[in-house]
């Protein structure tokens, strides 16, 4: 038997063509579609708002590939490896493989791997022109995504917060804080776990557009409305002033050194002489160097350790006044202006 040639070897290694089919497949919601009764692909184009010819195109791809499969009268149907393409399966991966979804497109960062090689910097700007926050954040299109986000945040609240999260409730002393401020908090979950834990406590929430505003919606919504607040912003633009802790839980990862500086900088400014910067940032696991691309075409610093940390925080003018327990990924430093 002849070997397949390298050059063959090579062009079959590399081949778009799978993954662009079913990342198509679970962009235009075909599992949905199908699972809903389009069987033909006129009424599937119908539904996905999608060219008729090209579409039965890719339904013929997608049965050759064995996602999909023909009955009798040739009408489409879902395979068994198919089926986690629709939204409502127990273990659908829908959402991660859309191309315009949160969490799919990051994933397409990867095909700007040169960009990210030669810049050090994330793909995702390279590939569609702004960064990733600021496209999920400011773009319309993901306010929804971040509402079903955000409810399904409401009910994982009562699981333990990843990434030792905990620690930060759990091992500084919170006892002479009055306010903090939630740097880049996310959906709120761990401004709203810091203030059960701590029923003195009073929280804002700083993020931007859509973030924000989600998590504006789940704090009316829960048991701790009275103590947090949800404000829009930029963690690159001034911060409020006056709160006792300026948190940055997992934060700086996204940013390079310049960036993180800049950071650390607008909380120091905030803070003031008084406050403190609570650095929780987390250092991703990685598993060699294709995991650490993978990593690195999203983030410029997954991995930075504690003294990485305290590094950023001198050249913004801290200093380091207590170092709480750090774990495989997760540190915990707090810093003060003086
Ligand atoms: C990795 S998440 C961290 C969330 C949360 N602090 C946690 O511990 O899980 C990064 C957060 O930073 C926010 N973010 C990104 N750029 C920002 C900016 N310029 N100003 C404020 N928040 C920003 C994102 O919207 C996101 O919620």
């Not at 068994?80 to 493989?97: A, K, T, Y």
């Not at 008084?274 to 929780?280: E, N, P, Q, R």
């Amino acid at each position: 038997m002849t070997e397949t040639p390298p050059f063959q070897q090579l062009l079959t290694m590399t081949d778009l063509l799978v993954p662009a089919a079913v990342r198509a497949a679970a962009t235009l919601g075909i599992a949905d579609h199908i699972a809903a009764g389009a069987t033909t692909a006129a009424e599937i184009a119908h539904r996905a708002g999608s060219a008729p010819d090209v579409t039965g195109t890719l339904l013929r791809y997608l049965v050759e590939i064995k996602i999909l499969e023909t009955g009798p009268g040739g009408e489409y149907a879902l395979t068994p490896l198919g089926d986690p393409l629709r939204s409502d399966h127990p273990q659908s991966v829908r959402q991660v493989l859309r191309n315009d979804g949160m969490i799919g497109s990051i994933t397409l960062s990867l095909l700007r791997l040169d960009h990210t090689v030669r810049t050090g910097r994330p793909g995702y700007a390279a590939e569609f022109g702004r960064d990733y926050w600021d496209a999920v954040n400011t773009d319309p299109a993901f306010a929804a995504e971040w509402r079903e986000q955000g409810e399904a945040a409401d009910q994982l609240d009562k699981q333990v917060l990843r990434w030792d999260a905990g620690k930060i409730i759990s091992e500084y002393d919170w006892s002479g804080v009055d306010s903090f401020i939630d740097v880049g908090g996310h959906l709120g979950s761990l401004t709203m776990a810091l203030v059960r834990a701590h029923p003195h406590l009073h929280g804002t929430l700083l993020d931007l557009q859509n973030v924000s505003a989600e998590a504006g919606r789940r704090f009316a919504r829960s048991d701790v409305a009275e103590r947090v607040t949800a404000v829009q912003g930029s963690f690159f633009d001034p911060l409020p002033t006056g709160k006792d802790v300026y948190l940055l839980s997992a934060i700086l990862a996204d940013w390079s050194d310049d960036e993180a500086v800049l950071i650390l900088k607008r909380c120091r400014e905030a803070a003031g002489a008084t406050g403190k910067v609570l650095v929780a940032d987390i250092a991703m696991p990685v598993s060699g160097p294709g995991s650490e691309l993978q990593l690195r075409s999203m983030m410029p610093a997954p991995t930075r350790t504690a003294e990485d940390i305290e590094r950023l925080g001198a050249e913004a003018g801290l200093r380091v006044s207590w170092r709480g327990p750090a774990t495989a990924v997760r540190t915990l430093i707090e810093f003060t202006a003086h």
